[in-house]
Antibody, heavy 119, light 107 residues
Framework: QVQLQESGPGLVKPSGTLSLTCDVS?????????WSWVRQPPGKGLEWIGE???????NYNPSLKSRVTISVDKPKNQFSLKLTSVTAADTAVYYC????????????WGQGTLVTVSS | AIQMTQSPSSLSASVGDRVTITCRAS??????LGWYQQKPGKAPKVLIY???SLQSGVPSRFSGSGSGTDFTLTISSLQPEDFATYYC?????????FGQGTKVEIK
């Protein structure tokens, strides 16, 4: 059973960098899956941030593209999210998720981690 | 970016009711659409992918239909555990975009 677990600081200062890691267990980060980040501001809807493949290929949401980097750490079987120049609008629950290999849908999700941007 | 418009934004229904949620895309997306259920404090869970394929383990009372721009999620007989928020998601092109959500509440 594949499991994903987000980790990282729960509080980030405005203009700082948000850094999160997603640990993958029960499966390989080098499988035929894309790995994604999705976020959800408190009380609001879901927003796709971007995705990566173990080869290093990435796709990002243009609304965040200039500030976001998603990268892989194969030896640790994890992938990461960095979001720079954060503001209060980046306060959200951040989820990591796996895209199915057979079809494009999120088949496994992490539990989510709340990141608050505040001084 | 493709805009996904869900309706209604919320609804009240009773156990046993048939519930229908719709999602309209701002342009054609073939059948590249999924439906997700989210309960408070939990990650979303996929119900339907490719517009009408039922994800393994999901009860058969959930069904999806549609193609192009108009899609429907139907719950044939609402159960107590189905009270949640439902989102559609298009994966036709980047950026993937979600509908704004439909909250299903107890009547």
């Amino acid at each position: 059973q594949v499991q994903l677990q987000e980790s990282g600081p729960g509080l980030v200062k405005p203009s700082g960098t948000l850094s999160l890691t997603c640990d993958v267990s029960g499966g390989s980060i080098s499988s035929s899956n894309w790995w994604s980040w999705v976020r959800q501001p408190p009380g609001k809807g879901l927003e796709w941030i971007g995705e990566m493949f173990h080869s290093g290929s990435t796709n990002y949401n243009p609304s965040l593209k200039s500030r976001v980097t998603i990268s892989v750490d194969k030896p640790k079987n994890q992938f990461s999210l960095k979001l720079t120049s954060v503001t209060a609008a980046d306060t959200a629950v951040y989820y990591c998720a796996r895209v199915g290999a057979v079809a494009d849908f999120f088949d496994y999700w992490g539990q989510g981690t709340l990141v608050t941007v505040s001084s | 970016a493709i805009q996904m418009t869900q309706s209604p934004s919320s609804l009240s229904a009773s156990v046993g009711d048939r519930v229908t949620i719709t999602c309209r895309a701002s342009q054609g997306i073939r059948n590249d659409l999924g439906w997700y259920q989210q309960k408070p404090g939990k990650a979303p869970k996929v119900l339907i992918y490719e517009a009408s394929s039922l994800q393994s383990g999901v009860p058969s009372r959930f069904s999806g239909s549609g193609s192009g721009t108009d899609f429907t999620l139907t719950i044939s007989s609402l159960q107590p555990e189905d009270f949640a928020t439902y989102y559609c998601l298009q994966d036709y092109n980047y950026p993937w975009t979600f509908g704004q959500g439909t909250k299903v509440e107890i009547k």
